[in-house]
């Protein structure tokens, strides 16, 4: 696949998330929580996140390897597809087993929730399986469409408990599980039907595909999405347990996390993209340095867009969105944000380390990120709760973007392009003072973001650190 077409296919991703995924964040699940209540949606909230601190029981870092090891040796693989398939439900199996038991060891009472979230868990982690391989196949766009398909079903469906009540019923937890059940697994049968159709056949596993290799194989990618999940997903934890005041710490933390969260789903989405093509890349010895500046480019300058946005609006997104605005609800949102940075790096470099075989490398770096993460954590949690974890997000993902950045430049031999990481600062200083003035008259808040990110835009157009011309020949078409 040539560059334009990729970049294409990635603009095409990028545009259908930005439109599908926000809306079901914000416009669904945050609609439900508003309608259920605080306690009934902080019942369904605890089990989901139980529910993904073992998500990567479900996956072991298979997916990944599934993306990188497809894309590289395309023949070999899939041959053994009906196999990683088998392995799948194996692990499903497991991951069902091991949160059934913390959650008898928890005294957990709403076994229905419970059982719901572990089904939605596993069709999701099977259809992220499935759309690896159209991934891996190079078949970007289709994947792109198919990246917010559960997520569009989902609208659709809850969209009429909470829009027109009158008609469907209004919503509750159950009715919003039964929907995510029901989108997800329609998305699953269409991806096998797209796969079937393109002659992409699951064949019989054969018994002596279980071997000391494939394991080892699979192994650093399991531990690379272990020490992830605990990297971003352990503090919220500590700090609902060993804070005097945890479970108000973590309420007001969740807050700033999820619009950290929906920041980063356009990193995820970018990565899910460039593992493949990098490997491919890389097993047909093409040079990677263009694709990785631009694609850095492209995720930095989201980033720093959304952080000085965030950091300069703060009281004004806190009350559209959670109907308050105290000081100390301000701080913590102002300082979870500037995790996105990290995010971003760590997005672009962390995957090209896997995609070129220094996965063993990129375990080593998660593991130091997330023994720097838990020792901050421990130490200032107790005393400065929700902000303690912001500022220990912020050490311990400033390192591990550092250290991979630096890890793939040595393997590569290629530079870490300084200027362009000044540029990132200018835009950040340059979307701040703009939105310093604006806010200083009497324009409408949201007339006023908007000409924030125009400017963004133009920095990037102007500094050249987008080329335009893969964007705009697929626009034409």
């Not at 770096?365 to 500022?391: E, M």
């Not at 220990?392 to 591990?400: E, G, K, P, R, W």
Request: with cysteine.
């Amino acid at each position: 696949m040539s560059h334009s077409k990729f970049y294409s296919s990635l603009l095409l991703l990028i545009v259908l998330n930005a439109v599908i995924k926000p809306f079901w964040i914000f416009g669904i699940d945050r609609q439900v929580q508003n309608i259920t209540g605080a306690a009934e949606y902080g019942t369904y909230f605890s089990l989901l996140n139980l529910s993904i601190v073992f998500g990567f029981l479900l996956d072991w870092g298979l997916t990944n390897f599934i993306n990188r090891e497809l894309a590289a040796k395309k023949t070999e693989i899939q041959q053994q597809l009906g196999s990683f398939f088998l392995l799948k439900i194996l692990f499903a199996v497991l991951y069902a087993g091991i949160v059934v038991v913390v959650a008898l060891i928890a005294d957990v009472k709403r076994w229905d929730i419970l059982a719901a979230v572990i089904a939605i868990q596993f069709l999701t982690f099977l259809f992220l399986f499935l759309r690896n391989i159209i991934t891996a196949n190079q078949w970007f766009k289709t994947d792109a469409w198919l990246s917010v398909l559960d997520k569009s079903l989902m609208i659709l469906l809850a969209g009429g408990f909470i829009f027109w009540p009158a008609v469907f019923g209004s919503i509750n937890i159950d009715k919003f599980l039964l929907t995510q059940i029901v989108s997800t697994s329609i998305a699953v049968v269409i991806v096998v039907i797209i796969l079937y159709s393109k002659r992409i056949i699951f064949k019989r596993p054969k018994l002596n595909f279980f071997t000391r290799s494939v394991i080892y194989s699979v192994l650093p990618f399991a531990l690379t999405v272990f020490l992830m999940s605990v990297h971003v997903r352990a503090d919220g934890f500590l700090l609902e347990r060993i804070h005097p005041e945890g479970a108000h710490e973590a309420g007001i933390y969740a807050a700033a996390y999820r619009l950290l969260d929906a920041s980063n789903m356009v990193g995820y989405l970018i990565a899910s993209f460039f593992m493949p093509f990098i490997a491919r890349l890389w097993s047909e010895d093409h040079p990677l340095e263009k694709t990785i500046l631009q694609t850095r480019h492209l995720q930095l300058m989201f980033a720093v867009t959304i952080v000085a946005i965030v950091i300069m609006l703060a009281p004004w997104l806190q009350k559209i969105l959670y109907h308050r605005d105290d000081a100390y609800s301000i701080k913590i949102l102002r300082w979870c944000l500037p995790a996105l940075i990290g995010y971003s790096f760590v997005q672009v470099y962390g995957t090209v380390m896997t995609a070129t075989g220094s996965i063993v490398n990129f375990c080593y770096l998660n593991l130091a990120a997330v023994f720097i993460n838990i020792i901050l954590n421990l130490f200032l949690i107790p005393h400065y709760g929700a902000f303690g974890c912001c500022v220990s997000a912020l050490c311990s993902q400033a390192f591990l973007a550092i250290a991979t950045m630096i890890s793939v430049n040595a393997k590569l031999k290629i530079s870490a392009n300084a200027n362009s990481l000044g540029l990132y600062i200018l835009n950040g200083v340059a979307i701040s003072a703009v939105l310093f003035f604006l806010s200083k008259t009497s324009l409408n808040t949201w007339f006023t973001l908007t000409i924030a990110m125009l400017a963004s835009l133009i920095i990037m157009w102007s500094t050249k650190m987008i080329s335009l011309n893969s964007w705009l020949s697929f626009l034409k078409k």
